[in-house]
Nanobody, 121 residues
Framework: QVQLVESGGGLVQPGGSLRLSCVTS????????MGWYRQGPGKSRELVAV???????NYADPVKGRFTISRDDAKNTMSLPMNNLKTEVTAVYCC???????????????WGEGAPVTVSS
């Protein structure tokens, strides 16, 4: 099973930027979709953005226009530049990888350990 490692989290002031990265342990070209989810303090986990193998993207409304998800299969990486950060986006951000059988219910989604993002002055 592929393993995912996130990096790029940290502490930033409101209005600042961070770039999250997710590196996979092997080629991700066979994976149907990848994504980012987050869970803030006292909140439920929620979708941030997803990107299909073909590169089509979908974003949660609160991050549209400020976050951009992308993937580079040649480098086994997925990135999430985040701009104009607000305090309410403070959360642990996890990347996910969905194998081809995930949509059919025959394979499980893989989760990374998560990267903490704190937006505070």
């Amino acid at each position: 099973q592929v393993q995912l490692v996130e990096s790029g989290g940290g502490l930033v002031q409101p209005g600042g930027s961070l770039r999250l990265s997710c590196v996979t342990s092997r080629s991700i070209s066979s994976i149907y979709a990848m994504g980012w989810y987050r869970q803030g303090p006292g909140k439920s986990r929620e979708l941030v953005a997803v990107i299909s193998k073909a590169g089509s993207t979908n974003y949660a409304d609160p991050v549209k226009g400020r976050f951009t998800i992308s993937r580079d299969d040649a480098k086994n990486t997925m990135s999430l530049p985040m701009n104009n950060l607000k305090t309410e986006v403070t959360a642990v951000y996890c990347c996910t990888a969905d194998p081809p059988g995930y949509a059919l219910g025959t394979q499980s989604r893989t989760w990374g350990e998560g990267a903490p993002v704190t937006v505070s002055s």
